[in-house]
C-alpha cells in the first residue's frame, strides 16, 4: 500500500519552484519594439511550456502632451498667497461688500454708525512651506472704491499698492506668526466706507501685500485662510466708544458683477497676481506656481504590449529641466493623476479638471526641487494593466494621465521636464517589462 500524498505541500513547493525560476531570469532578457531578441526560463509545469520575460523601451510614449495653467480657479484657492520676490509678487484680495452701518445700542433703537473704533482684520496665517524673514510687513490697502474699474485685473489694483491708498500697516516678528493674527485698519478710513454709498450698500476692498521689513528685500511667501478653507479673513470694528456696545463682525461678501451671479462667490477672495518676470521654458511640461500649472499626457503603448502580454512592470522616465528660479529647500511633490474623462470630452484642459485622488492607480510621487535635473521614474504598471483589462470596454478611458503638485496654486515653486518635442534621451519615454501571454496546463 502506498503511502498517502501531502497534496499541500506538493503544490507549496510547485509555487515555490515557479517564483524562483521567475526571479532567477527576470533580468535576463531585453528587447527593443522593433527588435526580436528574446530569452525563456527553463520548463516549469509542462514539456515544452517556458515563462519569458522580457523587457523593451518605447520611446517616444507620448502620442500628446500640454501644460494648462489657472489652477485652482480663482476664488477657489484653499489659500491665498501673498508673495513678494524680485521676480514675483501677489497679494490677497478680500472684498466686504456688506458693511453694516446700522447698530443698536443697549436699550436704545437702530442708529447709523457715525464713529468707529478699532477696526482691524482677523487673519488665519500658514506659515508651513513659507519663507518669512525675521520681520514682516504686512500692508492693507483699499482698492475697492468707485473709481477702480476692475480689482480682478493686474493694472487697477497694482496702481493702488501705493503709500496714498493704504489703510494699514504693522511690523510682525516671524515668531509672532503663528495660528492667526489681529491687523489694525484705519478708523477713519472704514468710517468714509461706512458713509460711501455712491456704490449701493457701503463696502470695503482690500488688497494685502507682506514686505521683508528689515529693508534688505529678502523674499517672502506667506499663505492666508481663505472662504474655501473655512478660514477666511474677518473684518471687526466697534460703532461706538462704548465697550457694552458689541463688535460688529463682517465676512466676506461680493455683491459684483450685478449680472453674474454666478461668479459672485468666487469673488469673495482670491490670490491676484501683480508682478510675473518668472522665465519661460519653451518645448517643457511645467508644473506648479501661481496660478498653478498642471501637464496632460496621453500615451500610445502599442496594444501588442497591454493588451497581449502581462505586464509586470512600466517606468515613466522623464528627464528634469532645471528651473532657473528656486532655492534648495523649495521642494515640490508631484503626483501623476488618472484621467477619467470619457470620449466624449474632447477639450483636453476640461479633462485636466476629471480627475481620480492622489494614488488612486498610480502610487508613485516625486519629491523635486526646482533647480534638479535629470532622469526621473514614476512607477505606473497597475495603471498600464488596468488600460489593459478595459481594452474590450466599448467606451475604454482615455491613456492618460495628469501630473500636478500638492499645494497647487499657492507656492511659487515650479519644475519643468523636457517634452515630447526633445530629442532621444530627453523626451518622455517607457520601459515596460512583460511576459508574453501563454497557456499553463498538464499535459
Avoid at 515555490?16 to 532567477?24: E, G, N, R
Avoid at 514675483?88 to 436704545?108: K, M, N
Avoid at 460703532?239 to 463688535?247: F, G, H, L, S
Amino acid at each position: 500500500m502506498n503511502p498517502p500524498v501531502n497534496t499541500r505541500a506538493t503544490r507549496r513547493t510547485a509555487v515555490i519552484a515557479l517564483l524562483l525560476a521567475v526571479a532567477a531570469f527576470g533580468g535576463a532578457c531585453s528587447e527593443q519594439l522593433d527588435g526580436g531578441s528574446t530569452c525563456a526560463s527553463a520548463s516549469l509545469l509542462c514539456p515544452g511550456q517556458a515563462i519569458e520575460i522580457r523587457d523593451t523601451i518605447i520611446d517616444p510614449v507620448l502620442a500628446f502632451d500640454s501644460t494648462y495653467s489657472g489652477f485652482p480657479g480663482r476664488g477657489a484657492e484653499v489659500q491665498l498667497s501673498v508673495v513678494t520676490r524680485p521676480e514675483f509678487e501677489s497679494v490677497a484680495v478680500v472684498r466686504f461688500d456688506t458693511l453694516v452701518a446700522l447698530f443698536i445700542p443697549p436699550g436704545d433703537t437702530a442708529q447709523s454708525v457715525r464713529y468707529v473704533d478699532s477696526a482691524l482684520v482677523r487673519m488665519t496665517v500658514n506659515i508651513a512651506r513659507a519663507q518669512v524673514p525675521d520681520s514682516v510687513r504686512i500692508d492693507v490697502f483699499d482698492v475697492g472704491d468707485s473709481t477702480v474699474s476692475d480689482d480682478t485685473t493686474q493694472a487697477p489694483v497694482k496702481a493702488r499698492l501705493v503709500p496714498r491708498w493704504r489703510i494699514g500697516s504693522k511690523v510682525f516678528r516671524k515668531t509672532a506668526l503663528v495660528d492667526s493674527i489681529l491687523m489694525p485698519l484705519s478708523d477713519s478710513a472704514l468710517l468714509a466706507r461706512l458713509k460711501d454709498s455712491t456704490q449701493g450698500q457701503p463696502r470695503l476692498r482690500i488688497a494685502v501685500r507682506a514686505q521683508d521689513a528689515s529693508g534688505a528685500n529678502a523674499p517672502v511667501v506667506i499663505r492666508f485662510g481663505s472662504v474655501e478653507s473655512g478660514e477666511a479673513m474677518q473684518l471687526r470694528y466697534r460703532p461706538k466708544n462704548d465697550t457694552a456696545v458689541r463688535v460688529i463682525a463682517i465676512v466676506p461678501a461680493s455683491a459684483g458683477p450685478s449680472t453674474r451671479v454666478d461668479i459672485q462667490r468666487d469673488l469673495m477672495d482670491y490670490t491676484l497676481v501683480t508682478r510675473n518676470t518668472l522665465p519661460e521654458l519653451p518645448g517643457t511640461i511645467t508644473l506648479g506656481g501661481i496660478p498653478g500649472r498642471r501637464a496632460y499626457l496621453r500615451f500610445n503603448i502599442p496594444r501588442r504590449l497591454t493588451d497581449s502580454t502581462t505586464v509586470v512592470r512600466a517606468t515613466l522616465r522623464l528627464a528634469q529641466v532645471a528651473y532657473p528660479v528656486g532655492g534648495a529647500g523649495d521642494t515640490v511633490v508631484v503626483h501623476p493623476l488618472i484621467v477619467l474623462a470619457g470620449a466624449n470630452v474632447t477639450d483636453n484642459r476640461r479633462a485636466t479638471t476629471l480627475l481620480g485622488g492622489a494614488g488612486f492607480g498610480v502610487s508613485d510621487s516625486l519629491v523635486l526641487t526646482p533647480a534638479g535635473a535629470g532622469q526621473r521614474t514614476v512607477e505606473m504598471y497597475a495603471l498600464v494593466r488596468s488600460w489593459a483589462a478595459q481594452a474590450t470596454s466599448t467606451t475604454p478611458p482615455p491613456r492618460a494621465i495628469v501630473l500636478a503638485v500638492t499645494d497647487e496654486g499657492t507656492l511659487p515653486r515650479i519644475v519643468s521636464f523636457h517634452g515630447s518635442s526633445a530629442g532621444p534621451g530627453l523626451r518622455p519615454s517607457m520601459r515596460i517589462t512583460y511576459i508574453p501571454k501563454t497557456g499553463f496546463g498538464v499535459p
